[in-house]
């Protein structure tokens, strides 16, 4: 079975600094997906940014890039110019590219942004 | 906003008792999964229904079941609640033909079980 770790269970940073949140999975498969999803205190999951196994250039969205190692198994996200609204438990996902949509998340990462 | 809504948003059930949770999916999409979230932990899947039928289901006892309906509108059933059953429930929509990546969740259920 496929299992994700958060390690950082929270973190911090200066509105306008650069933040690194770490995520490592274990899996057997070589296709499958990795996620990042924010979820604010509204509690409504959003998805900040993804990346596909099979793909080498890791993946960016404006502020938000990561950092994929395959053979590490080490999927962590940089977001940039931190801003205070990106204040949220952030959750690792882990998904197979073969049968049900079925997402394997972290135990997350809340982060809180300093003014 | 997701287009995926859940009813109720808060639910105080009975050791014992049944409940039904509701999700709304966004429209055209006819795969819906449900979660449930511990509180301070992340989401754990519970089953995934396409096209009205169960085609994915993770570590949760029979007692907890679900239907999709024509509308691919979903409901999750928990027969004979524990108090460990009180959690977060989050349903996701998604549309395999627009792509294998979004699922995109409403905001939720939070069942407390006393």
């Known amino acids: 079975a496929q299992t994700v770790t958060q390690s950082q269970p929270e973190m911090s940073v200066q509105e306008a600094e650069t933040v690194t949140l770490s995520c490592t999975y274990d899996?057997?498969?070589?296709?499958?997906?990795l996620f990042w999803y924010k979820q604010p205190p509204s509690r409504q999951m959003i998805l900040v940014i993804r990346?596909?196994?099979?793909?080498?250039q890791n993946a960016t969205e404006n502020r938000f890039s990561v950092n994929f190692q395959k053979a590490a198994k080490s999927f962590s996200l940089k977001i940039s110019d931190s801003q205070l609204g990106d204040a949220a438990m952030y959750f690792c996902?882990?998904?197979?590219?073969?049968?049900?949509?079925?997402?394997?998340f972290g135990q997350g990462t809340r982060l809180t942004i300093n003014p | 906003e997701t287009g995926v809504t859940q009813s109720p948003t808060h639910l105080i059930k009975t050791r014992g008792q049944q409940v039904t949770l509701r999700c709304s999916s966004q429209?055209?999409?006819?795969?819906v999964s449900w979660y449930q979230q511990a509180l301070g932990q992340g989401p754990q899947f519970i089953f995934q229904?396409?096209?009205?039928?169960?085609?994915g289901r993770g570590n949760f006892p029979p007692r907890f079941s679900g239907l999709q309906f024509p509308n691919y509108s979903s409901e999750l059933n928990v027969n004979a609640l524990e108090l460990d059953d009180s959690a977060l429930y989050l349903c996701?929509?998604?549309?395999?033909?627009?792509?294998?990546?979004?699922?995109?969740f409403g905001p939720g259920t939070r069942l407390t079980v006393t």
């Open positions: 996701a929509s998604s549309h395999p033909g627009q792509g294998p990546f979004e699922q995109y």
């Open positions: 899996t057997s498969e070589s296709d499958y997906y």
């Open positions: 990346q596909e196994a099979y793909k080498q």
């Open positions: 996902a882990y998904r197979s590219a073969r049968g049900a949509q079925k997402l394997v």
């Open positions: 429209s055209g999409h006819n795969t």
């Open positions: 229904y396409y096209r009205e039928e169960e085609n």
